[in-house]
């Protein structure tokens, strides 16, 4: 009974790195969600995809790409890391459109870009 | 953007007291839900409400919608300790996902 899992759960990066973070579920969830968390901005919509193999911008989409090949993964990569993205990444899935049923979240990605 | 504004951004309370907050949207929603976020966690879904509902109870929560003034207020009575976290509002937007307010943090003392 997983759920939503992320990995990794800490990263540091050096500016004009790359990465990917990896969500996982096991609900078959058909809608998926990367928002980021900073301090005293509540979250923020970074990308988001209603099925295999679409995806569509959220409110902060600059800066990163995803990509949701298989229905039980979303990933969330940064293609040249900026300390801007400083923050912690959570994703979370649910069954209904718009979070209709409520949203399953991960535990989150803590990344520090340096 | 539409978007849930909690009130207050802080609240101490002592075990055994309720716990009321507030959230405001700007416009029109199908449904709102409540999260709770330990520290360093992830979120938890409470509750959700929709449009058509007035008022909606969760064994200590009790949630409270009022359309015509886009607000909702989350109780939670006789708080424990346990019951230390932030508490999040979100509301849906049609097409998109949901959009999350800044957060309460709640601190309730023994």
């Known amino acids: 009974n997983a759920g939503v899992t992320q990995t990794p759960k800490f990263r540091v990066l050096k500016t004009g790195q790359s990465m990917t973070l990896l969500c996982a579920q096991d609900?078959?969830?058909?809608?998926m969600y990367w928002y980021r968390q900073d301090p005293g901005m509540g979250l923020r919509l970074i990308h988001y995809?209603?099925?295999?193999?679409?995806?569509a911008k959220g409110e902060v989409p600059d800066g990163y790409n995803v990509s949701r090949l298989k229905k039980q993964n979303f990933l969330l990569g940064l293609e040249s890391a900026a300390p801007s993205q400083t923050s912690v990444y959570f994703c979370?899935?649910?069954?209904?459109?718009?979070?209709?049923?409520?949203?399953?979240f991960g535990s989150g990605t803590r990344l520090t870009v340096v | 953007s539409q978007q849930g504004e909690e009130d207050p951004q802080a609240l101490s309370i002592q075990e055994g007291e309720n716990a009321t907050m507030n959230c405001s949207y700007k416009t029109s929603i199908n449904n709102l839900q409540w999260y709770r976020q330990n520290s360093g966690r992830g979120l938890v879904h409470l509750i959700l409400?929709?449009?058509?509902?007035r008022e909606k109870h969760s064994g200590r929560l009790r949630v409270t919608l009022d359309t015509s003034k886009k607000s909702s207020s989350l109780l939670i009575t006789a708080s424990r300790a346990a019951d230390t976290a932030s508490y999040f509002c979100?509301?849906?937007?049609?097409?998109?996902?949901?959009?999350f307010g800044k957060g309460t943090t709640l601190s309730v003392s023994s």
């Open positions: 979370a899935s649910s069954y209904l459109p718009q979070g209709g049923d409520g949203y399953t």
């Open positions: 609900m078959n969830h058909e809608y």
């Open positions: 995809s209603v099925g295999e193999g679409t995806t």
């Open positions: 979100a509301t849906d937007k049609a097409g998109t996902a949901l959009i």
């Open positions: 409400i929709r449009s058509n509902e």
